[in-house]
């Protein structure tokens, strides 16, 4: 039924759980009894209507990603566990699916590394760390500062509990050293004490922050790292981009924005070597 107690979406990159033979399908796999109006009201929603008679596996991750948001979106559970669900997302789709989890009336268990994402959609956070599980109540952001603030307390309770064991060590070597049986009782007594904090001595754990790698070129390329001119990709003589011109210098960091559809990746496979533009040329610069 349309009404399910839990539901599983594994968002983990374009590895969606997906059967139907096309988009539309899909929801109807999902939303037995919907109509024609619904449906197509649903894939507006989701950026997905112009798509709707496509075969799922055709579509690009992020469109993907939207559909099985859709799926999970027509079952409307009471429990979601989203794995990595913005991978692949365009920026709007984001902020869509910001608002949707912001909105959402039951829980989700949200696995993601984008800490502006879960700021704005979590008020608690799990984190699994060196073998230990550590809980808060609020967003990412305020789970650092507590976890800032309990690192500190256990450095200073780790700390206190070392100096105190040195103390007590000290009485243990001075009564040994007097060598009488009622110094011997003492010392016993007092390394059962140490032996006893020793015991509950957990170092706390280090920053991470603090850890930096250095990474360097075995050689240096030229100033000119990328070269296109008019690059153009057709598939079945259906146009996706053209006139696409660029020049990346050494040093330069470049994003590459667009909406899910827009063939990023296929841009980015050319560039690779890994696929033939229809038009224009590029080259890579030495080294």
């Known amino acids: 039924g349309k009404r399910?107690?839990?539901?599983?979406?594994?968002?983990?990159?374009?590895?969606?759980?997906?059967?139907?033979?096309?988009?539309?399908?899909?929801?109807l796999l999902n939303g037995k009894g919907s109509?024609?109006?619904?449906?197509?009201?649903?894939?507006?929603?989701?950026?997905?209507?112009?798509?709707?008679?496509?075969?799922?596996?055709?579509?690009?991750?992020?469109?993907?990603q939207r559909l099985t948001l859709a799926v999970s979106d027509w079952i409307d559970t009471p429990v979601l566990l989203l794995d990595e669900p913005t991978n692949?997302?365009?920026?709007?789709?984001?902020?869509?699916?910001?608002?949707?989890?912001?909105?959402?009336?039951?829980?989700?268990?949200?696995?993601?590394?984008?800490?502006?994402?879960?700021?704005?959609?979590?008020?608690?956070?799990?984190?699994?760390?060196d073998r230990?599980?550590?809980?808060?109540?609020?967003?990412?952001?305020?789970?650092?500062?507590?976890?800032?603030?309990?690192?500190?307390?256990?450095?200073?309770?780790?700390?206190?509990?070392?100096?105190?064991?040195?103390?007590?060590?000290?009485?243990?070597?001075?009564q040994r050293r007097w060598g009488q049986e009622r110094n011997f009782i003492t010392a016993a007594s007092k390394q059962k004490q140490a032996d006893r904090l020793k015991a509950t001595l957990v170092e706390p754990e280090r920053d991470s922050s603090s850890r930096h790698f250095p990474f360097e070129a075995k050689e240096v390329g030229g100033n000119d790292v990328l070269a296109a001119k008019k690059l153009a990709k057709s598939f079945d003589g259906k146009l996706v981009f053209r006139n696409v011109d660029m020049l990346i210098k050494k040093g330069e960091k470049v994003f590459l924005l667009g909406d899910n559809g827009c063939e990023k990746t296929t841009l980015l496979n050319i560039l690779?070597?890994?696929?033939?533009?229809?038009?224009?040329?590029?080259?890579?610069g030495s080294h």
């Open 132 to 174: 230990r599980l550590f809980i808060s109540k609020g967003n990412y952001s305020r789970h650092l500062e507590l976890r800032s603030t309990a690192r500190e307390l256990e450095m200073r309770q780790y700390l206190r509990t070392k100096k105190e064991i040195k103390r007590i060590e000290g009485i243990v070597e001075q």
């Open 4 to 27: 399910k107690n839990f539901a599983y979406f594994v968002m983990q990159n374009t590895d969606c759980q997906l059967f139907g033979d096309s988009v539309e399908e899909e929801l």
């Open 35 to 64: 109509t024609q109006e619904q449906r197509d009201d649903l894939l507006k929603l989701y950026g997905l209507f112009e798509w709707k008679e496509r075969h799922p596996a055709t579509l690009s991750g992020g469109q993907k």
């Open 88 to 129: 692949n997302l365009d920026i709007s789709a984001i902020e869509w699916l910001e608002n949707f989890l912001s909105a959402y009336r039951g829980s989700f268990i949200v696995i993601s590394h984008d800490r502006y994402f879960l700021d704005k959609v979590t008020n608690r956070t799990m984190e699994l760390k």
């Open 272 to 284: 690779a070597g890994r696929m033939r533009p229809t038009e224009g040329s590029y080259y890579l």
